[in-house]
């Protein structure tokens, strides 16, 4: 076997490899369902934390803030898919190789799913989202944000980036993590940490 056919081979095997990691990686399916605000620990300390208290946020509008009714909902919208095929003459000369002969397949993608959190303020609709993925969509400002989903260390992490620096809602990221039928939100700001409680429906 030639140095040159070696090193394809090689090449294949961490591609299928990388490929089957990615199509592990998914929203765990625990997180699938609705959430409603039940109750916050240290919340108004964590809004007056914020940059948007230098914006003017005061005392009636920080109790609006946390009197309003907040429902996260995840759905799964599905795998993606996608195609893996060999050069059936390159594919021969390994036919030996057990593994060369299961390359060819339709692999299946990370699960995509729709988040929706839905206030009496402002409600917010992400679609087909992937995890680790950025992309572009409404803040709850209404200003444009790169948002990407991920898991960290068993914990769901939604980082928000502003494309204008001059919106009001400034770069953030909240941690979620399960704890039984109830969805633990954890916010920081300057130091200041707040947790929100959403009971599974």
């Known amino acids: 076997m030639s140095e040159m056919l070696m090193h394809t081979l090689s090449v294949l095997c961490l591609l299928v490899v990388s490929l089957s990691a990615i199509a592990a990686e998914g929203l765990p399916e625990g997180y699938f369902g609705s959430f ?23 005392w009636f509008k920080r109790k609006l803030i946390s009197l309003a009714s907040i429902t996260k909902t995840f759905t799964k919208t599905g795998p993606t898919t996608f195609n893996f095929n060999i050069d059936e003459q390159f594919a021969n000369k390994f036919s030996s190789i ?14 995509t799913f729709n ?40 914990r769901l992490y939604e980082k928000h980036v502003p494309t204008d620096p001059n919106a009001e809602q400034k770069e953030d990221e909240y941690a979620f993590k399960l704890e039984g039928d109830t969805l633990v939100q954890t916010l920081q700001s300057n130091g200041v940490v707040a947790k929100r409680y959403y009971k599974r429906q």
């Open 98 to 111: 057990k593994y060369i002969q299961n390359l060819n397949s339709s692999r299946t993608g990370p699960t």
């Open 115 to 154: 988040f929706d959190n839905e206030t009496t303020k402002k409600s917010l609709h992400y679609k087909d989202v992937v995890l680790g993925k950025e992309f572009i969509g409404e803040g709850i400002d209404s200003s444009k944000q790169k948002i990407t989903f991920s898991i960290r260390n068993g």
């Open 36 to 58: 409603k605000l039940d109750h916050s620990d240290n919340f108004d300390e964590y809004l007056k934390a914020t940059d948007y208290s230098t914006s003017g946020i005061g």
